[in-house]
Nanobody, 123 residues
């Protein structure tokens, strides 16, 4: 199983980025795939997830209305469109897969992690 994250970079405050997570070796309908982030010196926190079985999306309160998670089943790829980014959202963003009967927002429930992609929001 592999989760390959990409799309991080440097962006000004208020700017946008789109992250991608391409999976292989997973039966996607059995998982919710999403993103966690970790700022320097802080704990990893959940950002958003999409249930690949039914398409249900969920967002942390801090990103709701600014971030959009989506998927392309044909490409086994999930995207996170991030708009109106803030400096405090700087950090490593990790894609993650949790079995659909697990808690998608709990890092302890993650079955598979991708490598992080770094997002830097700075002027």
């Amino acid at each position: 199983v592999q989760l390959q994250a990409s799309g991080g970079g440097l962006v000004h405050p208020g700017g946008s980025l789109r992250l991608s997570c391409t999976t292989s070796g997973l039966t996607l309908d059995d998982y919710a795939v999403g993103w966690f982030r970790q700022a320097p010196g802080k704990e990893r926190e959940w950002v958003s997830s999409i249930n690949c079985a039914d398409g249900t999306t969920n967002y942390a309160a801090s990103v709701k209305g600014r971030f959009t998670i989506s998927r392309d089943n044909a490409k086994n790829t999930m995207y996170l469109q991030m708009n109106s980014l803030k400096p405090e959202e700087t950090g490593a963003y990790y894609c993650a897969a949790v079995e659909v009967d697990g808690d998608y927002d709990d890092a302890r429930e993650v079955d598979y992690w991708g490598q992080g992609t770094l997002v830097t929001v700075s002027s």
